[in-house]
């Protein structure tokens, strides 16, 4: 399956729990999608250490934070575990050579 099928088939359709915010309780979401934590866009890898399970409201949070923190911005206020996702797919994308505000790949978004 390509990474685009995954995307959107999300995780509909097998057990899963957002790596962000646990089960969610009797409010679980019924579709979650598949985020790299260091994104394609950016140079990630599609591996599985690269994948976690996350809701959808987690996979759009993780992306806004991830590009205000690419663009030298203080994170908005957010889940601790969402934050520290971000700073990792943040660092790795740095790891890997790029820059603050400068080079900021569409990933991001």
Same mark, same amino acid.
């Given at each position: 399956?390509? $990474?685009? +099928? #995954?995307?959107? +088939? *999300? #995780?509909?359709? !097998? ?9 969610? *309780?009797?409010? !679980?979401?019924?579709? *979650?999608?598949?985020?790299? $934590? ?12 690269? !994948? #976690? ?11 806004? #934070? ?8 203080? @994170?908005?206020?957010? @889940?601790?575990?969402?934050? @520290?996702?971000?700073? !990792? ?14 080079? $900021? ?5």
């Amino acid at each position: 399956m390509s $990474v685009s +099928q #995954i995307h959107r +088939q *999300g #995780i509909v359709g !097998r057990t899963w729990t957002c790596t962000l915010h646990g089960s969610h *309780g009797t409010a !679980r979401p019924l579709r *979650g999608a598949v985020h790299h $934590v260091w994104p394609l866009g950016a140079g990630g890898p599609d591996v599985a250490e690269n !994948r #976690i399970d996350v809701c959808e409201t987690g996979h759009a949070n993780l992306h806004l #934070i991830m590009w205000e923190l690419a663009h030298g911005r203080p @994170a908005p206020k957010c @889940a601790r575990s969402e934050l @520290a996702y971000a700073k !990792r797919g943040v660092a790795e994308w740095l790891t890997a050579g790029g820059v603050i505000g400068v080079n $900021v790949p569409e990933a991001f978004l």
